[in-house]
Structure formats: structure tokens, C-alpha cells
């Protein structure tokens, strides 16, 4: 990794985190299928970010949403 050059290391690391979200809205599907797209993504944002960042952000406690 060292090696390559920083704009493909930037590459991969976006490339990882387009991944990394991408298995996570997967899993939220599978495990949620009667969802609607507002409930996965406030389930996706209660997955990624802090309780606190997603109260300070979004309004919402995941925790009294049991998310």
C-alpha cells in the first residue's frame, strides 16, 4: 500500500468504504425486508454514526427507536 501512489490509495479507500456501505444497507434489507427506504436509512445511520452524532444530526434516538 505504502508504495502505491496517494490517489490510489485514496481510490481504494473509497472504494472500501462504497463496500463497507453497501453490505450494510444489504444486511439492513435482509433483516428488515417490510421496511420502508425512511426506516433503512435511519436504521443505516444509527449503524455508522454515535447515538450522540445521530441525536445531534438527525433528531432522532436510535435507542427509543430500537434501532
Same mark, same amino acid.
Given at each position: 500500500?505504502?508504495?502505491?501512489?496517494?490517489?490510489?490509495?485514496?481510490?481504494?479507500?473509497? =472504494?472500501?468504504?462504497? +463496500?463497507?456501505? &453497501?453490505? %450494510?444497507? #444489504?444486511?439492513?434489507?435482509?433483516?428488515?425486508? /417490510?421496511?420502508?427506504?425512511?426506516?433503512?436509512?435511519?436504521?443505516?445511520? =444509527?449503524?455508522?454514526? +454515535?447515538?450522540? &452524532?445521530? %441525536?445531534? #444530526?438527525?433528531?432522532?434516538?436510535?435507542?427509543? /427507536?430500537?434501532?
Amino acid at each position: 500500500m505504502r508504495a502505491l501512489p496517494a490517489s490510489k490509495r485514496l481510490a481504494l479507500a473509497f =472504494a472500501l468504504t462504497q +463496500s463497507t456501505r &453497501e453490505l %450494510i444497507l #444489504a444486511d439492513l434489507h435482509h433483516r428488515f425486508p /417490510e421496511a420502508s427506504q425512511d426506516e433503512i436509512r435511519r436504521r443505516f445511520i =444509527a449503524r455508522v454514526l +454515535s447515538r450522540k &452524532e445521530v %441525536i445531534a #444530526a438527525f433528531g432522532f434516538d436510535p435507542r427509543e /427507536e430500537s434501532h
